[in-house]
């Protein structure tokens, strides 16, 4: 065998147009979830008049908050489901259905009566249409991460996987443009009345035209290197508590410093600003946008770094600014003025963007190719369910309870607390090899040395 087909990574056997396909198919389900999600958070006032009209003031907005936590709490459960599937049967087939189940459920979120109209049984329906939701949710990503990871090639995998989180950016984006839109086009009566509806139904042809596109696409290289070596995991949920618990809660820790800074920064801030700093709807939403739209141009950017300098110095980074600057940005934030609302604002989204470029890559390196998406579906459902889903509904219950307007920054900088004790544990993984020792014990055709892990 020469040496360059001794060196060939099976995602190099992709062809660019394929690995194109992949890389939409994969950002256009990302951003349909996200999209459906960041409007639910942004119009959490709206949705708490809706759905819970005999509440009043902070009460709706935590009954609003608290139905968006519980599709957090059965995230884990469609990790079993969906992880275990993906890593028996293959990542496009369970992405295929995750993204369908999303479409599904955001079009019939979309079409929900309100209570005025059904009475208890809306917010009833709301809570099964989030449980939905969040079952489809729990298998989103570690299936897209999986996808991603397996198709880019291992020098530029940083760059390859950071899309993932350009796809769910991008759908904050377009859902805090929206929300900016919604307040600029109607009336805070109409929009209660029917316009808070709109954004949630024009995102479904973009989820089946992501479903259509996996159906076109092969599977990911390294899991058809499995089935051909017969080495697919007969039971991956049991394989990761007794081989992978390490990866597992180095992963747990990294979704944790990610998935709460993503919630607080893009999620919370919004309606932290509006509520409790007296910002006018149109300026929160505006400065959202803004926040999300810097993440597009840094995020590809962070996972280049990522894979030039290492997924650790990148990490680290982000993990010492946000311990050091969170309440520092806060503070500025408070002060009240303009120019201090946009620094603070986009310095929080730049240490946000840093994580998100480079976390996906490095836990998906993590993990052996049997077990991959099994383990990094259950340890980003577990985070989010724990702490990602319950940060908006914590912080606002804080801040009701203390009158200290600085909570958030305090919480964000333990947070990145976490992020630092995560970043230090874990081996540096710029671009090893996804096919490991754990992979070939008992296979019995052997690949190729430049294939195996070290």
Do not use: C
């Amino acid at each position: 065998m020469s040496r360059a087909s001794s060196e060939l990574h099976p995602s190099d056997l992709v062809d660019q147009k394929g690995l194109r396909k992949s890389v939409v198919a994969g950002s256009i389900g990302v951003f349909v979830h996200w999209f459906d999600w960041a409007v639910y958070a942004y119009l959490a006032g709206t949705i708490a008049v809706v759905f819970f009209p005999e509440s009043e003031g902070a009460t709706g907005l935590l009954s609003a908050f608290a139905v968006f936590a519980i599709s957090f709490f059965v995230r884990p459960i469609g990790a079993i489901i969906f992880g275990r599937l993906g890593d028996r049967l293959g990542r496009k087939q369970t992405l295929s259905i995750v993204i369908l189940a999303m479409a599904i459920s955001t079009l019939v979120l979309g079409l929900l009566p309100g209570y005025e109209a059904i009475g208890i049984v809306a917010p009833i329906l709301l809570v099964l249409t989030r449980i939905v939701q969040g079952l489809a949710a729990g298998g989103e990503f570690g299936s897209a991460a999986a996808f991603l990871g397996e198709f880019s090639p291992p020098k530029r995998r940083g760059f390859g996987v950071s899309w993932l989180e350009f796809g769910s950016l991008l759908g904050f984006l377009a859902a805090s443009f929206s929300v900016f839109l919604l307040n600029i086009s109607f009336d805070a009566q109409q929009v209660i009345d029917w316009a808070w509806r709109i954004p949630f139904l024009v995102t479904v042809p973009l989820g089946f035209i992501g479903l259509y596109i996996h159906r076109k696409i092969e599977d990911t290289p390294e899991f058809q290197q499995l089935q051909e070596l017969e080495m697919v995991s007969t039971a991956p949920v049991k394989e990761v508590f007794t081989r992978n618990r390490r990866q597992f809660i180095q992963t747990v820790g990294m979704e944790v410093f990610m998935n709460v800074t993503f919630y607080v920064v893009l999620v919370y801030l919004l309606t932290y600003q509006e509520v409790y700093l007296g910002f006018d709807p149109s300026r929160a939403a505006l400065l959202s946008t803004m926040a999300s739209a810097l993440g597009l141009i840094v995020v590809p950017f962070a996972g280049i770094a990522s894979d030039r300098w290492g997924r650790k110095p990148v990490l680290m980074t982000a993990a010492v600014a946000l311990t050091l600057l969170s309440v520092p940005l806060f503070m500025l934030m408070s002060s009240g003025g303009e120019t201090a609302a946009f620094v603070s604002t986009l310095g929080l989204a730049l240490i946000l963007s840093l994580i998100l470029g480079t976390h996906a890559a490095t836990v998906v390196e993590l993990f052996p190719t049997r077990t991959r998406q099994t383990g990094l579906s259950i340890a980003y459902a577990v985070a989010a369910a724990l702490f990602a889903g319950t940060a908006p509904y914590v912080l606002t219950w804080l801040l009701e309870a203390t009158g200290f307007a600085l909570v958030p920054g305090v919480f964000l900088g333990v947070v990145g607390l976490v992020g630092i004790v995560t970043v230090a544990s874990i081996p540096e993984t710029r671009g090893i090899p996804l096919i490991k020792p754990q992979d070939l014990e008992t296979a019995t055709v052997t690949l190729p040395e430049a294939l195996r892990a070290p």
